[in-house]
């Protein structure tokens, strides 16, 4: 099992940034893959970006161009730089580790993006 612990969301204007972060108990080097979900009350929990053991990554449409997946094995952390936010991006962002045949997840990090 994976314990992961995000932090970095907050409130911010439409076009500014966040950096989300996501500590794991495991090095990541361990895990099939690492990433980002959001969520919204009563719509599904999205896939945001993802990096994979090889290191390749993968975003939401919704997102490319604008949000950055990044890791420091060191530090056994997964970043999420968002840049230009914009009100849709409102939701609570979850940190998932997948490891074997468990998917584990953060307790969340809620992102505000309002005027």
């Known amino acids: 099992q994976v314990q992961l612990v995000e932090s970095g969301g907050g409130l911010v204007q439409p076009g500014g940034s966040l950096r989300l972060s996501c500590a794991a108990s495991v090095s990541i080097f361990s895990v099939t893959s690492i990433g980002w979900y959001r969520q919204t009350p009563g719509k599904p929990r999205e896939s945001v970006a993802r990096i994979f053991s090889a290191y390749t990554t993968s975003y939401a449409d919704s997102v490319k161009g604008r949000f950055t997946i990044s890791r420091d094995t060191a530090k056994k952390t997964v970043y999420l730089q968002m840049n230009s936010l914009k009100p849709e991006d409102t939701a609570v962002y979850y940190c998932?580790?997948?490891?074997?045949?468990?998917?584990?997840w953060g307790q969340g990090t809620q992102v505000t993006v309002s005027s």
């Open positions: 998932n580790a997948v490891l074997g045949d468990l998917d584990n």
